[in-house]
């Protein structure tokens, strides 16, 4: 999804945001507050998470102890929480093409720079685990190092200085709707590329709002673009998701004419965090019958207002019967495009067919034709919850 209207102004650097933009620590956030909480007696129901999006550390505190009740300071919540945090750094996953970005900047000469709400020590230590991240940075700029931290323009603009960047020349990418204020209050160009889902209306003051950072185009910026992708396909490092085959929706069949198999949620929800909603592709198999060409949906449909993002993939073969119960294991190799809404059900379908020829023509492709023979599609299939 792309909104606003971009202006034709070329930029000459890029500020980026660390944590929802960036990284996933959304989840390792939400499971620490959620031990420590039952600990004091309380129950995380999750509804806080979206509240302490773009907040800095003392912040994010005072919503907590305010919404729980808790007879403690925000910086008795901040010292107690913060060991812990800090031995959790090592299992933050970068979020979609994160790591893709910053190497292409990197390579490509674009200075960047980090400009977080979180402290010093704290971004230092959760790059420190991305390889390559540190060294792509000219400046890193930490919450406890400005006066004010976002909506405040006061990083950004610190950043733009240290850059020696007039502020007008910086591209920002931000994932919270603080940050996108910080940005535009100092006069920068802004891409939003949303942490809070089905909430666009939010985002409004952004340049551009994109769906994950795969669908970034630097170019429009006057930035150098990205030269990988193949044939209407943007290749992926594998990922694997498994487990039987569940009754949808029932729409695929009956509305689309589009058979899906259908996988359950529930052992996924930290893949589904990781990975943005859009149209994936790559290999199925079934553990009676075999391997197949497969294209994927995930999110949440925004024609059918799902209110759960889901996983619905296509096997590409036409079956006698149906299969539900049987073990499906994919190998997700490649993605096409994001998530979108139709005016039709019509012009839906359409677009899933456009997606499978996409995918069946990729599919033949080296680069992809390989990963049939993946490892995880070999092994046999056993019910249990096999993702790597």
Same mark, same amino acid.
């Given at each position: #999804?792309?909104?606003?209207?971009? +202006?034709?102004? $070329?930029?000459?650097?890029?500020?980026?945001?660390?944590?929802?933009?960036?990284?996933?620590?959304?989840?390792?956030?939400?499971?620490?507050?959620?031990?420590?909480?039952?600990?004091?007696?309380?129950?995380?129901?999750?509804?806080?998470?979206? @509240?302490?999006?773009? @907040?800095?550390?003392?912040?994010?505190?005072?919503?907590?102890?305010?919404?729980?009740?808790?007879?403690?300071?925000?910086?008795?919540?901040? +010292?107690?929480?913060?060991?812990?945090?800090?031995?959790?750094?090592?299992?933050?996953?970068?979020?979609?093409?994160? +790591?893709?970005?910053?190497?292409?900047?990197?390579?490509?000469?674009?200075?960047?720079? %980090?400009?977080?709400?979180?402290?010093?020590?704290?971004?230092?230590?959760?790059?420190?685990?991305?390889?390559?991240?540190?060294?792509?940075?000219?400046?890193?700029?930490?919450?406890?190092?400005?006066?004010?931290?976002?909506?405040?323009?006061?990083?950004?603009?610190?950043?733009?200085?240290?850059?020696?960047?007039?502020?007008? @020349?910086?591209?920002?990418?931000?994932?919270?709707?603080?940050?996108?204020?910080?940005? !535009?209050?100092?006069?920068?160009?802004?891409?939003?590329?949303?942490?809070?889902? !089905?909430?666009?209306?939010?985002?409004?003051?952004?340049?551009?709002?994109?769906?994950?950072?795969?669908?970034?185009?630097?170019?429009?910026?006057?930035?150098?673009?990205?030269?990988?992708?193949?044939?209407?396909? %943007?290749?992926?490092?594998?990922?694997?998701?498994?487990?039987?085959?569940?009754?949808?929706?029932?729409?695929?069949?009956?509305?689309?004419?589009?058979?899906?198999?259908?996988?359950?949620?529930?052992?996924?929800?930290?893949?589904?965090?990781?990975?943005? +909603?859009?149209?994936?592709?790559?290999?199925?198999?079934?553990?009676?019958?075999?391997?197949?060409?497969?294209? #994927?949906?995930?999110?949440?449909?925004?024609?059918?207002?799902?209110?759960?993002?889901?996983?619905?993939?296509?096997?590409?073969?036409?079956?006698?019967?149906?299969?539900?119960?049987?073990?499906?294991?994919?190998?997700?190799?490649?993605?096409?495009?994001?998530?979108?809404?139709?005016?039709?059900?019509?012009?839906?379908?359409? @677009?899933?067919?456009?997606?499978?020829?996409?995918?069946?023509?990729? %599919?033949? $492709?080296?680069?992809?034709?390989?990963?049939?023979?993946?490892?995880?599609?070999?092994?046999?299939?056993?019910?249990?919850?096999?993702?790597?």
């Amino acid at each position: #999804m792309s909104v606003g209207n971009p +202006s034709k102004e $070329l930029v000459s650097c890029v500020i980026l945001d660390l944590d929802g933009t960036l990284l996933n620590t959304d989840g390792i956030v939400s499971d620490v507050l959620k031990v420590y909480l039952v600990n004091h007696g309380r129950q995380w129901d999750g509804r806080e998470a979206q @509240k302490i999006v773009g @907040k800095t550390l003392s912040e994010a505190a005072v919503v907590i102890i305010d919404d729980y009740g808790l007879s403690i300071s925000a910086d008795e919540l901040i +010292s107690e929480i913060t060991p812990i945090l800090s031995d959790k750094w090592c299992n933050i996953k970068a979020l979609s093409g994160a +790591s893709r970005l910053i190497k292409h900047f990197r390579v490509e000469g674009v200075q960047m720079a %980090l400009a977080s709400n979180s402290p010093r020590a704290n971004i230092e230590s959760k790059i420190s685990y991305q390889s390559g991240w540190k060294e792509s940075f000219s400046v890193i700029i930490g919450g406890d190092e400005v006066t004010a931290g976002k909506p405040s323009p006061e990083m950004f603009l610190g950043a733009a200085r240290k850059l020696n960047i007039d502020p007008s @020349k910086c591209l920002v990418i931000e994932d919270s709707p603080t940050g996108v204020m910080a940005a !535009k209050a100092a006069r920068m160009k802004v891409v939003a590329v949303p942490s809070l889902q !089905k909430q666009s209306h939010l985002y409004t003051a952004a340049d551009e709002v994109f769906n994950s950072l795969l669908d970034l185009q630097p170019e429009k910026w006057g930035l150098p673009p990205f030269q990988d992708w193949i044939e209407c396909t %943007l290749p992926l490092e594998p990922w694997y998701i498994g487990g039987p085959v569940i009754k949808g929706f029932g729409r695929g069949s009956k509305i689309l004419g589009i058979p899906t198999a259908n996988i359950s949620t529930k052992k996924y929800s930290a893949v589904l965090s990781e990975h943005p +909603s859009g149209v994936y592709f790559g290999w199925a198999k079934l553990s009676e019958r075999g391997i197949y060409k497969m294209v #994927m949906s995930i999110g949440w449909n925004p024609y059918f207002s799902n209110t759960e993002k889901a996983i619905e993939p296509w096997l590409l073969h036409d079956f006698d019967e149906d299969f539900y119960g049987e073990e499906l294991h994919l190998a997700i190799v490649g993605y096409i495009r994001p998530e979108a809404n139709f005016s039709s059900v019509e012009s839906l379908v359409e @677009k899933i067919h456009q997606d499978r020829r996409i995918a069946e023509a990729a %599919l033949e $492709l080296p680069l992809y034709v390989k990963y049939k023979d993946d490892k995880y599609l070999r092994k046999p299939l056993n019910g249990e919850n096999n993702h790597l």
